[in-house]
């Protein structure tokens, strides 16, 4: 059995990371349509699954304004079911801050009803 992989998985990714952090640094509840209740986010090493428990732990972050400024951005098929795995570098400012931080969050995003959401999503600052 042959298997054919979506040749367009890094355009699904490029066009979902601009969706996201545009989602995000506009209005975080915004975002809870990405994720599902099996989805998970590891924040800094702690772990949230589902999609109210995510969105109320990224809503709570203490800033008010964040600008995301990706840096790089890698993607892969993640599985023969149409998967993607995507990893993102960058910079973000938060509130007044003249100082970027430094991140790198991965996700793995699953097809379902002809769209994609977060499976999985992971956040870490670096320092």
């Known amino acids: 059995m042959e298997t054919f992989i979506c040749l367009d998985f890094a355009e699904i990714a490029q066009q979902f990371v601009q969706f996201y952090y545009k989602t995000f640094d506009e209005g975080r509840p915004n975002l809870a349509g990405l994720y599902r209740d099996n ?53 973000l400012l938060v509130d007044e801050e003249q100082r970027p931080m430094n991140y790198s969050q991965v996700f793995q995003l699953l097809p379902a009803d002809g769209s994609y959401f977060v499976f999985n999503d992971i956040f870490r600052l670096i320092y």
Do not use: R
């Not at 998970?40 to 990224?58: D, H, P, W």
């Open 39 to 91: 989805s998970m986010l590891t924040f800094e090493g702690a772990a949230i699954q589902g999609s109210g428990g995510i969105v109320e732990k990224l809503v709570g972050l203490p800033f008010q304004k964040v600008v995301h400024q990706v840096s790089t951005l890698d993607a892969q098929p993640s599985n023969e079911s149409g998967g993607i795995m995507v990893i993102v570098t960058g910079a």
